[in-house]
């Protein structure tokens, strides 16, 4: 008779399948977030590329990884040390098992270890037969490539098909362990692969497999219940920061009844987008693929001086060939919306890792005075609304307004609630429609609001003006060289760029209102951010947390909010940038956090931090009391007057 495991419930887990780049661990990541989501919890996901997509199979080089955190709380991040790690060959296993919770469940893929295999991953002995694992982790060594060919039997599929459906045995064997259903998988797959039936089949039936196996082989003493989130009301879907963006940025032109022109050239992370945008000819988008990142801005700032908003997407690499161009569309003033995706390191650098290092080129990364507007997205959902407000200001304030989100935010995905376009910004498009003098056109006549000038369609009778790289004199758009008029011209859309800090809303204030610390951030540190500052507040320490969206141009109410705390804290994926202008600008003394290691940062680590500076500041406070108590006055007296 089988023995049933019991049934526990958890609140939160996070697993991690890890595998050869080929191996299906994006797949199986993907359909364990789906079946999450469909049943209610909330989520949050690191897909993790392989550094060369071209390594050879079995290398330390080809490992690619999917990481899921699902949860019947509300979580921020996508966990930090996964509680089960899947390693589907030594390679995945010798990355990996560092990060794994001590006592965690460690899968493994058997079969996968063979004298190659454990060759190229540079190890001496075989990990599964030397008893080095058992120790520390609960370890179940399953042969699914064998069991996949057993399962398969009698299907008319090549040995190789076969052997690669045992990234759903694995799934199967996770199923099982977390009590997700399999139907929603099974559908996808019948979708997916409708003209292909055998393929179905074959996954299908290792999908069951994997399955059964954690039913009948009796190793799992314990299988765990995940319960449903308590959500805010509401249609959800699930939703990764790429499809957000597409989506804010086609929701703008919508409001804006404006038609959307993407062009660009494909680099990672940021390709996603122009695969996304490309599909939808039916709502009018139009995409052009350049040949490269300077043809592709280019042909952006040509399609928005015609009259279409023009989008581009790169990262670092590309976004600094386009900087000629990012200031020909500040000199021109024509509404321009630029996505940079960021990516770690300098040139190349690592092309498939996040990093938040761009920040001084998308602020200062262009020659010339040349002010631009720069908005940071904080989560995979959030891109959809700082896309649209992107495409609002350039429009609203005819200027280039760079984007900033990273791979870690357009690679995850998170449960997202669908908005309501109706409850978005509304803006106009600014066109200019007839020339109201009986004189020339004054294509730099500006609104006294915004300081925008008009947007002129080439060809309108009546709208002639030129348009240029050279300095324009004022109001007439002539090209000038008089030195006051450059200075006059500059000052302007210095302003201008100011101005959008008038319509920004309240600063957001998680926690206490005054305090001891202040965890300020932006971008995609803010997940780990909040969820320390969540745990700091439950242990009752005077702290907030500040998530900045709008780094060009600063909220006007953050410099009152920063002289309400005794210390501030900056986590950032850099060296240090955003602290830097922080500093620069408010003249407080920020304390940096500071990771440059490809990865998101984990809140445990700015827990232990925010402690330290908690700790410094109670221990001066004690010292300073004692010396300020009545023993101590004579003696401190003396000594200052000496």
């Not at 390679?91 to 001590?102: E, G, I, R």
């Not at 043809?295 to 001086?305: D, F, N, Q, R, T």
């Not at 900056?570 to 990771?595: H, K, S, Y």
């Not at 406070?621 to 023993?631: G, H, K």
Request: negative net charge.
């Amino acid at each position: 008779m089988t023995k049933k495991a019991k049934l526990e419930t958890v609140d939160n887990v996070t697993i991690r399948f890890a595998g050869d780049s080929g191996d299906g661990m994006q797949l199986s990541g993907g359909r364990f977030t789906q079946t999450s989501a469909i049943m209610g919890n909330d989520l949050s996901t690191l897909p993790d590329f392989p550094a060369e997509i071209r390594a050879p199979a079995g290398s330390l080089a080809g490992v690619s990884s999917f990481q899921i955190h699902f949860s019947s709380q509300e979580i921020h991040t996508p966990g930090e040390k996964p509680d089960v790690l899947v390693a589907m060959n030594p390679a995945a296993l010798k990355v990996h098992l560092k990060d794994l919770t001590p006592g965690g469940a460690l899968i493994i893929n058997k079969n996968a270890f063979t004298t190659k295999n454990l060759k190229l991953a540079g190890y001496d002995s075989d990990p599964t037969e030397d008893g080095s694992l058992e120790d520390y982790y609960s370890t179940h060594f399953i042969e699914m490539s064998k069991m996949v060919e057993r399962a398969c039997e009698g299907i008319d599929l090549s040995p190789k098909l076969i052997d690669r459906t045992k990234n759903l045995c694995a799934l199967g064997v996770l199923f099982w362990m977390y009590d997700r259903p399999l139907e929603p998988t099974i559908d996808w797959l019948n979708k997916k692969f409708k003209s292909k039936p055998d393929v179905v089949d074959a996954n299908v039936r290792a999908l069951n497999t994997g399955y059964n196996y954690g039913d009948t082989a009796e190793i799992f003493t314990t299988r765990y219940v995940v319960k449903k989130a308590k959500l805010a009301p509401g249609k959800y879907r699930n939703i990764n920061g790429t499809l957000a963006t597409c989506l804010g940025l086609l929701t703008a032109v919508e409001k804006g009844k404006l038609s959307l022109t993407f062009a660009g050239y494909p680099i990672t992370p940021a390709s996603n987008i122009l695969h996304t945008l490309s599909n939808w000819k039916r709502f009018g988008v139009k995409t052009y693929q350049a040949e490269d990142e300077i043809a592709g801005i280019g042909a952006a700032l040509g399609a928005s001086y015609g009259g279409s908003l023009g989008v581009t997407a790169s990262s670092g690499p590309g976004i600094a060939l386009k900087g000629e161009f990012l200031g020909l569309a500040v000199i021109t003033e024509l509404p321009l919306v630029i996505i940079n995706v960021q990516r770690g390191g300098p040139s190349t650098g690592l092309p498939t890792k996040t990093e938040q290092s761009d920040l001084f080129q998308a602020v200062y990364g262009r020659n010339g005075e040349a002010p631009m507007p720069v908005i940071a997205s904080s989560t995979p959902g959030d891109c959809y609304y700082t896309a649209y407000e992107a495409c609002r200001m350039a429009v609203k304030y005819m200027t280039p307004v760079m984007m900033l989100s990273d791979g870690y935010l357009v690679n995850g995905s998170e449960p997202w609630i669908i908005p309501n376009p109706d409850e978005m910004n509304d803006f106009e498009s600014g066109f200019v429609k007839e020339n109201l003098t009986d004189e020339q056109y004054l294509p730099y006549k500006r609104n006294e609001d915004t300081l925008a000038r008009g947007w002129a369609i080439p060809g309108t009778k009546g709208l002639e003006h030129r348009i240029g790289g050279i300095e324009k004199q004022d109001v007439t758009g002539n090209v000038n060289y008089d030195s006051d008029n450059h200075e006059k011209m500059v000052e302007i859309r210095a302003k201008k760029v100011a101005n959008i800090a008038k319509e920004l809303p309240p600063t957001e204030i998680f926690g206490e209102e005054k305090g001891d610390l202040l965890i300020l951030s932006w971008g995609s540190t803010h997940g780990a951010c909040k969820s320390a500052t969540e745990s700091l507040l439950e242990e009752n320490l005077k702290v907030a947390h500040v998530s900045i969206r709008w780094i060009s141009p600063l909220p006007s109410d953050l410099k009152g909010i920063l002289s309400n705390y005794k210390k501030i804290l900056m986590p950032e994926i850099n060296t240090g940038q955003f602290r830097q202008m922080i500093r620069a600008e408010f003249l407080v003394d920020a304390i940096g956090l500071n990771e440059v290691q490809g990865k998101p940062l984990g809140a445990s680590t700015i827990i232990a931090k925010a402690k330290e500076i908690i700790n410094n500041i109670i221990y001066f406070m004690v010292f300073w009391n004692s010396m300020m108590s009545y023993t101590f006055i004579p003696y401190f007296t003396f000594w200052f007057f000496l």
